[in-house]
């Protein structure tokens, strides 16, 4: 299955929640910086006394997406369907078992080490807790240095003077220097997490989770650094979340990852009006609408998430989905076209769309 993300212009979200500053990006040609195309990773289970393998968590199953230098596109999906695997195997963190990354045009898998350790300058990682990323024994001088003494950039004077910049970049003082992690608020612990993975201003940024866990009004506070950021430096972000109304404020395209496999992606603001898959229309389904004279039907979906293991034969959704006909059981969908740069992988999805009767976003 194949989708462009970011391939149409940036809008501003309409109704865009108070707190969160999107802004417009210029109309330019869009330049892919980062092309995943077919990624499978699977992990081996074992068993018995001699850790037979016994099988393989299809953890991400034939994933692909193309996303423009400068622009965000959103991962959402529910517990466990390969989201971080994804943003791991693209930083080669967790070896692919087949498909290709390439990142400004060049197969990652192709690269000598020497060439991997300078790509790897370009793409970083913010996690959801920065303290299990932050070496909590180092003080934050400590940790905004590593990079540069790992890349052999500047004396120790010029490396202490570009940490009390970056700290003044992410909205802290420079004085945070000298101080230990956990003596900072959750906030304030992610703005260093951010300022370490813009210390060697990297092209993409893979933010895994990083608001998640985050009281509302300190996730809009890194949200809108991480787009003021964005701007600044022609960041891409590939924004991984649960928390679909803050991709929504964040992303030009969302995809839509179940066990393994993106069953949709469109531009942002096109798959909350005009979701064309069951899966998408139950997660959007289950976001609060602040307006209490608003209501919107709830799609509670049946049944588990079947296992990674064994997913399920046809469209791995079909056990939950209400929309469901006997060829869904056998038959994979294909990657079919809505509209420009809105696919599916549904049989039916033009069913769901004439159904209509889901939603519009919060
Ligand atoms: N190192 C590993 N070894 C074996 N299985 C793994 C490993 N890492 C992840 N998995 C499995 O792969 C699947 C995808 O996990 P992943 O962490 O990528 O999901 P996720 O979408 O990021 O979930 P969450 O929203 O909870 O962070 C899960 O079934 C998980 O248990
Ligand atoms: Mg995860």
Redesign the pocket.
């Known amino acids: 299955m194949s989708a462009t993300a970011a391939s149409t212009a940036a809008k501003v979200p309409a109704g865009a929640e108070p707190g969160f500053t999107r802004h417009a990006a210029a109309e330019q040609p869009l330049e892919p910086l980062l092309e995943v195309e077919n990624l499978r990773t699977l992990?081996?289970?074992r068993a018995g006394v001699f850790l037979r393998k016994i099988g393989d968590?299809h953890?991400?199953d034939g994933v692909s997406f193309t996303l423009a230098r400068g622009r965000t596109l959103g991962l959402v999906?529910?517990?466990?369907?390969?989201?971080?695997?994804?943003?791991?195997t693209i930083l080669n963190l967790?070896p692919p078992t087949s498909g290709s990354v390439r990142f400004e045009g060049r197969n990652l898998s192709e690269l000598s080490r020497r060439e991997w350790r300078d790509v790897r300058r370009d793409m970083q990682i913010v996690f959801?807790d920065p303290m299990e990323s932050l070496n909590a024994r180092h003080t934050v001088g400590q940790i905004l240095e590593e990079p540069f003494v790992i890349h052999k950039i500047g004396t120790t004077a010029e490396r202490r003077e570009r940490v009390a910049r970056l700290l003044e970049h992410v909205g802290l003082q420079p004085s945070a220097a000298q101080r230990f992690p956990h003596e900072f608020s959750g906030g304030q612990r992610q703005r260093i997490g951010i300022a370490r993975a813009i210390a060697l201003e990297p092209k993409l940024i893979i933010c895994?989770?990083a608001v998640s866990a985050l009281d509302v009004s300190i996730r809009a506070q890194i949200v809108n650094l991480l787009l003021e950021l964005q701007r600044e430096m022609d960041l891409a972000l590939l924004f991984?979340a649960?928390d679909l109304s803050v991709v929504k404020h964040v992303s030009d395209d969302v995809a839509v990852?179940y066990l393994?496999v993106i069953m949709e992606q469109a531009p942002s603001e096109e798959i909350y009006e005009r979701p064309a898959h069951p899966y998408t229309r139950a997660l959007i389904s289950a976001i609060p609408i602040p307006d209490p004279r608003r209501k919107r039907q709830r799609i509670v979906l049946q049944g588990d998430v079947p296992s990674?293991i064994h997913p399920p034969p046809g469209c791995r959704f079909h056990t939950r989905c209400p929309f469901a006909t006997d060829i869904c059981k056998t038959v994979v969908p294909v990657w079919e076209s809505v509209s420009p740069g809105h696919n599916v992988a549904c049989h039916h999805w033009r069913k769901v769309v004439e159904s209509g009767d889901v939603v519009g976003g919060p």
């Open positions: 992990f081996p289970v968590v953890a991400v999906g529910e517990s466990g369907c390969g989201k971080t695997t994804v943003g791991r967790v959801q895994d989770e991984i649960h990852m393994g990674p």
